[in-house]
Structure formats: structure tokens, C-alpha cells
């Protein structure tokens, strides 16, 4: 006999002394086994996505804050080197936030100056919800609390030719200042709402101009600083 004739010999040999339950369960998993996977899958899936999907919206928001803030430092720079009045306009577009900068100090921007809000967040109508405490139809002029722009207003900042707010305006910044918050939206609310622990702000707190960002409080009066 040679040796690999020996060989298959041996390992039948030994295969042969191998429980039968060792072998069935070597050969796979069970229905049970099976199903008992599944369910725990299922299990942390329902966990996990509520929390990622926070984490999510909360990200969404947080770009959708710098954008803002991005929009009235490039404003404020401009009116600094150019030594001429700019403003920021803010107003929905079908259920869109979009934002305008632009030269002068006029209520109304250019129709070709609206962009959306962070050209890179791309995005999708009632992500985002955006409100503010700028009056109607004045510039740089503080209401009582946060309100929501709606889908006919145009709310707007004005920087002089020195990145300060002008004061030949009416210029009122109450006692919390200039505010523009964002915030994931709620679904199908009328008028457009937020979910509280998402708004996130940007405020004008001097006639100099000082732009700070934080968390917008439960009234909606007040942008927190984040410490």
C-alpha cells in the first residue's frame, strides 16, 4: 500500500470516531442560531439610528450656522476693503434658506446675488429651518425674539464703509443683538418650526460690529454663547 493510500486511511479512521453532533454542528449554523442574530441585529439597529440620525441633522445644522457666519464676515470684509456699505439678506425659497451679499444698503438685493444657503450642503427643501429677530422691513433693527423667515421675507444686515453698523440707519440691536438662527425643521409645521435642541445661532451683539456664534435659548430671545 503506499502512502497516500495510508494516509486516507488514517484520516477516515479518525473521522469515524468523531461524535455525530460535532459533525452536524460543524456543518453550520442553526434556524435558531440563525434567528437569534437576526433579532439582535434588528435590536441595535433600532438603537443606533435615532442617535445617528441627531448626529446627522446636528451636523447639517452646524454647516448651515457657518454659512451664515461666513456670509456676514464676507460682507463685513468687503465693506472694510472696499470702504463701501454691504449688506446680507437672508429669505426661504421654497423651503430652502437662501442668502445674499452685495453692495449698498438696500432692502431689496440684486436678483443675481441669491445663492442657497452653503452651496456645498446641497440642500433639500425643509432640512433646514432659518429664522431671525431683524425686523420686516428694517435694517438692523432687533424684535423681541426669533422668528421664522418665511417664504415672502427678506431680512437684512448692513455693514458701513468700516464693517460697523451704520448709524444712519435705524439701527437697534435691543439686548441681545442681531440674531440668525438655523435648526433642523420639523416636518409639515405651520408656520415652520425647529426642533429646539438643534437651533444654532449667529449674533451682532455691537454697533462695532463683534459677529458671535452660539446655541439659540428656549424663548428664542437669546443667542448663548457656547462655552
Do not use: H
Not at 438685493?109 to 429664522?131: A, E, M, R, T, V
Not at 433693527?141 to 437684512?156: F, L, M, N
Request: net charge positive; proline share 6%; hydrophobic share 40%.
Amino acid at each position: 500500500m503506499d502512502n497516500f493510500a495510508l494516509i486516507r486511511t488514517f484520516w477516515r479512521s479518525r473521522r469515524s470516531k468523531v461524535p455525530p453532533k460535532l459533525l452536524q454542528n460543524q456543518a453550520g449554523y442553526t434556524l435558531l442560531e440563525l434567528l437569534v442574530t437576526l433579532g439582535l441585529l434588528t435590536a441595535i439597529v433600532a438603537i443606533a439610528a435615532p442617535s445617528w440620525l441627531g448626529f446627522v441633522q446636528q451636523r447639517r445644522v452646524n454647516a448651515a450656522k457657518d454659512a451664515v457666519l461666513r456670509a456676514l464676515q464676507d460682507a463685513q470684509s468687503k465693506a472694510k476693503t472696499q470702504k463701501l456699505s454691504y449688506s446680507v439678506s437672508f429669505r426661504t425659497q421654497n423651503r430652502v434658506p437662501e442668502v445674499a451679499v452685495y453692495p449698498g444698503s438696500a432692502t431689496t438685493p440684486p436678483n443675481n446675488s441669491w445663492k442657497q444657503l452653503g452651496d456645498q450642503l446641497s440642500l433639500q427643501p425643509g432640512q433646514i429651518w432659518i429664522g431671525t429677530n431683524v425686523a420686516p422691513t428694517q435694517s438692523n433693527t432687533a424684535t423681541g425674539s426669533v422668528a421664522p423667515i418665511d417664504q415672502d421675507g427678506v431680512k437684512v444686515v448692513t455693514f458701513d464703509n468700516s464693517g460697523a453698523l451704520p448709524t444712519t440707519i435705524n439701527t437697534n440691536l435691543g439686548t441681545q443683538g442681531l440674531i440668525i438662527a438655523v435648526g433642523a425643521a420639523l416636518r409639515n409645521s405651520t408656520p415652520p418650526q425647529a426642533i429646539a435642541s438643534t437651533r444654532r445661532c449667529v449674533t451682532i451683539r455691537t454697533l462695532l460690529g463683534s459677529i458671535q456664534t452660539g446655541k439659540l435659548d428656549s424663548t428664542g430671545a437669546a443667542c448663548n454663547l457656547i462655552q
